[in-house]
């Protein structure tokens, strides 16, 4: 095959395709020119849309409240007949019935009159106020007020919250249940949203072991799919967990199609370096056009990664070590999975603080180092944690990263650095 968009046209040479590295924003450009997220919309009912994406504005069709109601229990009146109420001098009124939640008011609250009400019960005609239950004491048909209101007090008017015609939720919202009950109150039964893209994961190694089988001698638990799997679903999408396929062609190849073809995209993670038993960029590359458009990153960790187009679909390839596969994730897969869902609005949490010690990087690659953040003496501290990419234990004791850019060989110690904030981490 030929070379594709400068990126590796493999037949039995690896290691010179391999070499031809291009930077984080090369390999978006050249994705690009072969396929951009293109979100799906569905219609469904509100008790089924928490945690969607809204994909239109949603406008109200009604005023909320529909009506002035109480706001709390008591006896609606009309204010001026209560002026002067103390509890000294209670004012009686005659009380003409009750009205509760749910009730269309007959009656009118005339001069000298009040109603008893409930909590959220309509308004009668003719009363603007509600005396709270704790300021009146009743004796049959009888009244005594021993404080005063003003017109509009404990009255919520209607209205007030939202109006018809107003919009409720902007689209790109993600529906919380607060929001959901934001709907529920307007009468939305259904709304549109963004579909949930489905996202293969596959994890190739012949050394790999599901977690929970039993660990046989050089075997290691598969990390990266279990982990990737849940990192999709951060990102607004729904993966498909395809297991783990052995180092031969015909596997490899297999899974990749049974991905494209009940998926939107397609993650494997593993089988993309320069060694000859790593062989998916060149299944990948025997798959169909574009096919493969990139084969390196100059990027540390991260340098195996591939990227490819087939059937119309992207094809990324992660290395085989956790804390690459992770940080390529980050950088490269999820802002495109974030749009295919719909996400747009993400903004990644960012923190400022001072590196702890010396950082050397290798030159012409961006390096992405994993740090811990620490509070000392008030100030905030970015610690990094160097173990190495195979090392997992680098990113479940990290906060976040910092990024050394391409011209940089070393950040020094006591120099602010910007630290990517990874999603839950506690930076307080």
Not at 109 to 137: L, S, Y
Not at 202 to 227: C, F, H, M, Q, W
Not at 289 to 306: D, I
């Amino acid at each position: 095959m030929a070379d594709v968009g400068g990126g590796l046209g493999l037949t039995n040479d690896w290691t010179a395709g391999f070499l031809r590295v291009r930077t984080l924003e090369e390999a978006k450009r050249l994705l690009e020119e072969h396929w951009r997220p293109k979100p799906s919309v569905a219609e469904v009912p509100l008790e089924r849309a928490g945690g969607r994406i809204l994909a239109e504005d949603v406008v109200s069709r009604v005023d909320l409240p529909p009506f002035d109601r109480a706001a709390v229990d008591g006896y609606a009146v009309r204010a001026a007949d209560t002026f002067g109420a103390d509890e000294e001098t209670p004012i009686e009124l005659l009380c003409v019935g009750r009205i509760r939640a749910g009730d269309w008011p007959k009656l009118r609250v005339g001069r000298g009159r009040c109603a008893e009400i409930a909590t959220g019960a309509p308004m009668p005609r003719g009363a603007d106020a509600v005396v709270m239950v704790e300021h009146a004491i009743a004796e049959k048909n009888a009244v005594r007020v021993y404080r005063a209101v003003a017109p509009g007090e404990n009255v919520v008017q209607r209205a007030s919250e939202v109006k018809r015609g107003e919009v409720v939720l902007p689209a790109g919202r993600r529906l919380t249940p607060q929001l959901i009950g934001t709907l529920a109150a307007v009468g939305v039964g259904r709304v549109k949203v963004f579909e949930r893209p489905r996202v293969a994961v596959i994890s190739s190694g012949a050394e790999l072991t599901r977690p929970g089988g039993r660990l046989g001698r050089g075997k290691v638990y598969d990390i990266n799919g279990p982990a990737i799997c849940e990192a999709v679903r951060t990102c607004g999408c729904e993966p498909v967990y395809l297991g783990i396929v052995r180092d031969e062609p015909a596997r490899v190849r297999s899974a990749i199609e049974k991905g494209l073809a009940s998926c939107e995209v397609v993650i494997i993670s593993g089988g993309s370096s320069a060694g000859r038993g790593d062989l998916v960029p060149n299944v990948v590359s025997d798959m169909g056009e574009p096919g493969l458009l990139v084969h390196g990153l100059a990027m540390k960790p991260g340098k195996p990664t591939f990227v490819a187009v087939v059937s119309g679909k992207p094809v990324f390839g992660l290395p085989g070590y956790p804390v690459s596969a992770f940080m390529v994730f980050d950088q490269l897969v999820a802002p495109y999975l974030r749009e295919l869902a719909g996400d747009r609005q993400v903004k990644r949490e960012r923190a400022v603080a001072r590196l702890s010690r010396r950082i050397l990087s290798a030159k012409g690659r961006r390096e992405l180092v994993p740090v811990k953040l620490l509070r000392r003496d008030g100030e905030l501290l970015a610690e990094p944690l160097l173990k190495g990419s195979g090392a997992i234990t680098s990113l479940s004791m990290a906060d976040g990263y910092i990024e050394v850019p391409l011209g940089r060989e070393m950040v020094e110690e006591g120099e602010i650095v910007e630290v990517v904030i990874f999603g839950g981490a506690d930076v307080a």
